[in-house]
C-alpha cells in the first residue's frame, strides 16, 4: 500500500523534477538570462517559437474574407434551422461592419456548436444536483445583472458581458436549443415570420426582450439564456481559433491584439502602442 | 468498505496550497515526517508551459474547482433558503498541487499594523460608539511587531519583488528583488497622484524580477510579462508559487510524502485530541485513515470549517445566541470591494495585451487608520490600485456607460477603447457581523452525501458607504490623469453571491480568548492541542488589500507552533477571559 505511494511520488511529487536540477544548474552555467528572454519552458524543454516580440507588419493587407475549413460542421445542433437562428442572433449581437467580419464570418456560430457538444456544454464540471428550486427567489437570482467584471477581485480579467446566473435543470446545450426555438417562436408570434427572415430591428426587438427577461421560458429565464448567447457569441469572436472561431485570427486583427506570446519584457516600457501580427497558440506550441 | 488504516505519521497536512506547502517544508526540514493529502491533480510547470489559452483558463477556468463534486450554497439573510452556487463562473477555489497559489496574480502586501488590532486601536482613537452594535470586529491576538519576521520569511521564500510603500509599516529588510517595469500607463497613474499629494508605489509582486534562489535553494526563474498570469499556472517557473518553492524544498528533505487525488473527509479524535484523518482515494475509491501526532488543516476557508463540521469539533457558531465559535465571522472582499472607476482616453492608447500579474502601481494614503475616520461613516480604508494584468481578447471588451451591451455600437465602441481605458478600484477592507457566518447547508450534499458548506452573508452600511469613498478617490486620480470619459462602478446593494477572486476568510478565526475565536495565536485549537487550522479562516475581518502574504506569514507562525507542540506539547497560548470585543 505505501509502496503504490512512495512509487508515484518518485513520479509525480517531483513538481520541479529533472527541470528543477537543470534549471539550476542552467542558471549558474549561463550566468543568468540575456536579454531576459528564458524561462522554464526553455530548460523543460517545451519550446515555442514565441521568443521574438519585435513589432511585425500590418496584416490588414491579408485577405479579410475567410474560407469554410472542413471543421466548419454541426456537432451539436442536429436541426439545420436551429443553427441559423443561431447564426442570425450572433450576427445582430455582432454584425459585420467597417472594422471587419461580423460573427457568422469569424465563425462564432461553429463555435458555439462545438462548445456545446463538449463537456461545457453538459455542465460536466457544474454542480447539477437537486432541488433545483423555482419561484422568486430563483428568478432573481437569475436577473440579477452585474457585469463580470464587477464582481470583486481579479475580475477585472473577466469578460465585461452579465454572468449567467444558474439556478436550472437544464444544461447549456439544453437551454439554447430551448432558447434559440423560443427565438423563433416569438418571431412567429410577434411578426409571423421565421426569426431568419424578420427585419434586423425585429430580430432586435426579440433578443431585446430576452435579455430583459419578457419572455418566458420553461424551467429558466429568458435572460439567464440571453447572457450565455452573448457571453459565448463574443468568445467566438475572439477566442483562440484552435476553438473554431475567430477565423484567420480576423477578430484579433480588428483589436490589434497579438495572441498567446511568450514574453514582453522587452517592450512593456514603450511609450507607443506596438502592433503585432498575431499569433495563435497553434503558432505559440510550436 | 471498511478504510485501511496506515502507519502513523508524525504531521498530516490536508491542502498543498501557500498554506500546507509553507508548513509541509517547514516541518519536513525540521526532520518530522510529514504526509500531505491533496484532493485534486499532481502538477508541475509543464503543466503549464504552452497552453496561454484566454478561453480555457479565464473564462472556463480550468484551474479551479470542480463543482460537480463539491459546491457551496449561498444566501444573504438567516432566514432564506441558500441556493448551491453551480457554475465556476460563479465559485473559484484552487484545486490540484499548490492549490490557488498556483493561479493566484501575485500582489504581495502585508497587512497593516491597525489590522491586527483593530479593535482596541478604533476604540481608542474614536470611542466605542464608532463601532456598531452589529459589528464583530476583534484584534488578532498577535500584533504587526510579533508577525513581521513571519512576513518576512514569506518574502524571502516567495522572492517577492517590491519597493518600500513610503506609508507602510516597518520591515525588518528590503524586499529580496527589485520591482517590476514601470509602464506609461502606471507613470501616469503616479505622476497624477503625486500631483495630488499622494505617495504611490509599485505594487510589491509575486511575479519574480530577476532570477533568484530563495533560503530554501529553490530558484525563480525571471518574468517575461506574458500576460497570461492570474488565473493560470506561469509557463516559465517565474511566479511565486508553491510548486517551484516549498513543495520542492518539503520534496528534498526525504521527510515528506505528497498523496493527490486524495479528498478529507473527516479529522478523527477522541477525548479531546485528533487522532487522524479519514480521506478517500478519488481514483479508486479506497477510503484510508491516516494516524499522526499533529493534524493540520490547510484547506482552504470553506473545507477548514467545512471538516470541523462534519467531525464535531468545536462549538458551532449560533447566530441567534451569538454563542459558538466555528463558522463565526466569516468575511471576505467581494462585489463589496474592488470598485472604483474606469477612464477612457480617446487620443491616448496603451499595450494593454502586455501585463503580469501584479504588475500595477498603487497608493496607500487611503489605507487603514492612516487618515482620520472622525468624520466618516465607516472605518478603516484599503488601496487604491491600477494594474496592468494583459487583457485577453475576450476580456478587453469595456466600453463607456450608454453603450449597449451588444450590436454595432457595441461593436465600434470595444474595438475603439480596447487600449484606450484604464481601471482604477479601491480594496477596501471588509469588516465582520454576527449576521456573516457558515454553516452546513440542510439540503444540498457532495458526491458522499455530506452536507455542502452554507455561507449567509449580506451587505451593510459600512461596506457601502466604504465603496462610495473609494470610487470618489479613484474618480479624482482618473481626472488628473486626463480621462476624457470617466465611469463610475455601481455600488451593488446585495450581494449578488459570486465568489469570485479567492478572497474569502473566517470562520476558524484567531484570538486570545476562546469565548470569540477557535484558534490561539499559533492557530491551534484551543478545544484540541493538536489540531492546527491555517489558512485564511483564521482572519477576524478582512483587512483592507490581498492576503495571501498575511496568510503565509501565519503558516510560518504556526509551523514553528507545531513544532513546540511536538517537543513539548500542550496548550502554547494562554487564554484571556476579558474579550477584546467586550
Ligand atoms: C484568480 C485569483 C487571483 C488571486 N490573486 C491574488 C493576489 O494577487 N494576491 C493575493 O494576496 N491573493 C490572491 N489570491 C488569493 C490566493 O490565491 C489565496 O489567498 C491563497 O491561494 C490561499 O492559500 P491556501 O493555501 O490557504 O489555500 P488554497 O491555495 O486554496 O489551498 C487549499 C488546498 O486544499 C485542497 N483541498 C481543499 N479541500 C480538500 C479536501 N477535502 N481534501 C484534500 N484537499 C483539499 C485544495 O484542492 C487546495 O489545493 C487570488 C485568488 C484567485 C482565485
Ligand atoms: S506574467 Fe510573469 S509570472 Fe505571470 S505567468 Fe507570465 S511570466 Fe509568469
Known sequence: MSDKYDKDNEKDVNTNDKDGVSRRRFIKNTGLVAGGVVGGSLLGGVVTNQWNTTPDKDTQTKGNKTTPELQDARMFFSRKEDFEVLKAATERIFPEDDNGPGAVELGAPYFIDKQLAGQWGSNAKAYMRDPFKQGKQVQDYEHQDRDQDKQGPHSDTQNPTPTPRYQTRLNRGEMFIQGLRKLDKESQDRFKKKFIDAEGDQQDEILEAFEKGEVQMKGVEATTFFNLLLQTTLEGVYADPVYGGNKNMQGWVMKEYPGPRAAYINDIESDDFIKMEPKSLRDYQG | ?582
Open chain 2, 1 to 582: 468498505m471498511m478504510a485501511k488504516k496506515l502507519d502513523k505519521v508524525d504531521v498530516v497536512v490536508v491542502g498543498s496550497g501557500w498554506s500546507g506547502g509553507i508548513v509541509s517544508a517547514e516541518l519536513s526540514k525540521a526532520g518530522y515526517k510529514v504526509v500531505t493529502l491533496e484532493r485534486g491533480e499532481n502538477r508541475k510547470t509543464a503543466d503549464y508551459t504552452g497552453v496561454k489559452d484566454e478561453l480555457r483558463y479565464t473564462n472556463r477556468f480550468e484551474m479551479m474547482q470542480n463543482l460537480s463534486h463539491e459546491t457551496i450554497t449561498s444566501r444573504n439573510e438567516i432566514n432564506e433558503t441558500a441556493l448551491p452556487v453551480r457554475t465556476q463562473g460563479e465559485m473559484m477555489a484552487g484545486t490540484d498541487l499548490g492549490g490557488g497559489g498556483v493561479h493566484w496574480a501575485g500582489a504581495s502586501y502585508r497587512f497593516d499594523p491597525y489590522d491586527f488590532e483593530i479593535y482596541s486601536k478604533t476604540v481608542e482613537r474614536y470611542g466605542k460608539k464608532k463601532i456598531p452594535e452589529d459589528m464583530t470586529i476583534q484584534d488578532w491576538g498577535i500584533t504587526y511587531d510579533e508577525l513581521e519576521k513571519y512576513y518576512d520569511k514569506f518574502d524571502k521564500m516567495a522572492g517577492i519583488s517590491g519597493e518600500e510603500d513610503p506609508l507602510g509599516p516597518k520591515r525588518s529588510s528590503d524586499y529580496p528583488n527589485p520591482p517590476m517595469k514601470e509602464t506609461p500607463n502606471l507613470r501616469l497613474f503616479k505622476d497624477a497622484a503625486k500631483n495630488l499629494g499622494y505617495h504611490p508605489f509599485q505594487i510589491p509582486s509575486g511575479n519574480i524580477t530577476e532570477n533568484y534562489e530563495n533560503p530554501d535553494g529553490q530558484v525563480i526563474n525571471q518574468c517575461q510579462y506574458c500576460a497570461f498570469c492570474t488565473q493560470y499556472g506561469c509557463d516559465f517557473g517565474a511566479k511565486a508559487d508553491p510548486i517551484v518553492t516549498v513543495i520542492p524544498a518539503a520534496k528534498e528533505t526525504g521527510n515528506f510524502e505528497l498523496r493527490t487525488q486524495s479528498y478529507v473527509r473527516r479529522v478523527l479524535h477522541d477525548g479531546g485530541k485528533a487522532n487522524g484523518v479519514l480521506y478517500v482515494d478519488t481514483v479508486t475509491g479506497q477510503e484510508y485513515e491516516q494516524p499522526a501526532d499533529v493534524v493540520v488543516l490547510a484547506a482552504f476557508t470553506f473545507t477548514n470549517n467545512r471538516l470541523l463540521m462534519l467531525s464535531e469539533i468545536g462549538e458551532p457558531y449560533n447566530p441567534k445566541t451569538r454563542k459558538g465559535v466555528i463558522g463565526r465571522n466569516f468575511n471576505g472582499q467581494y462585489n463589496n470591494s474592488h470598485l472604483g472607476a474606469r477612464g477612457f482616453f480617446k487620443d491616448k492608447k496603451f499595450n494593454l495585451y502586455m501585463g503580469a500579474g501584479a504588475l500595477g502601481a498603487t497608493f496607500s494614503d487611503f489605507q487603514a487608520d492612516k487618515f482620520d475616520h472622525t468624520d466618516l461613516d465607516f472605518i478603516h480604508g484599503g488601496q487604491i490600485e491600477i494594474r496592468q494584468y494583459g487583457d485577453g481578447a475576450i476580456a478587453s471588451n469595456k466600453v463607456p456607460k450608454g453603450t449597449p451591451k451588444w450590436g454595432p455600437e457595441f461593436k465600434e465602441n470595444s474595438i475603439f477603447y480596447a487600449n484606450r481605458n484604464l481601471n482604477l478600484w479601491y480594496t477596501n477592507a471588509v469588516m465582520s457581523y454576527w449576521h456573516n457566518y457558515l454553516d452546513l447547508d440542510p439540503t444540498y450534499k457532495d458526491d458522499f452525501n455530506d452536507p455542502l458548506i452554507r455561507i449567509t452573508n449580506k451587505f451593510t452600511d459600512q461596506d457601502f458607504n466604504i465603496s462610495k469613498f473609494g470610487i470618489k478617490k479613484c474618480k479624482e486620480v482618473l481626472k488628473e490623469m486626463g480621462a476624457d470619459i470617466i465611469d463610475e462602478d455601481e455600488i451593488p446593494k446585495k450581494f449578488n453571491h459570486v465568489y469570485f477572486g479567492g478572497h474569502y476568510t473566517g470562520g476558524v478565526i484567531m484570538g486570545d480568548n476562546p469565548e470569540t475565536s477557535a484558534v490561539n495565536n499559533y492557530l491551534q485549537m484551543w478545544d484540541v492541542d493538536n489540531l492546527f487550522v491555517v489558512g485564511g479562516s483564521a482572519f477576524p475581518q478582512f483587512g483592507g488589500i490581498h492576503p495571501t502574504p498575511t496568510i503565509g506569514a501565519l503558516a510560518y507562525r504556526a509551523s514553528e507552533g507545531i513544532e513546540k507542540y511536538l517537543k513539548n506539547g500542550g496548550q502554547l497560548a494562554t487564554a484571556k477571559d476579558n474579550s477584546s470585543t467586550a
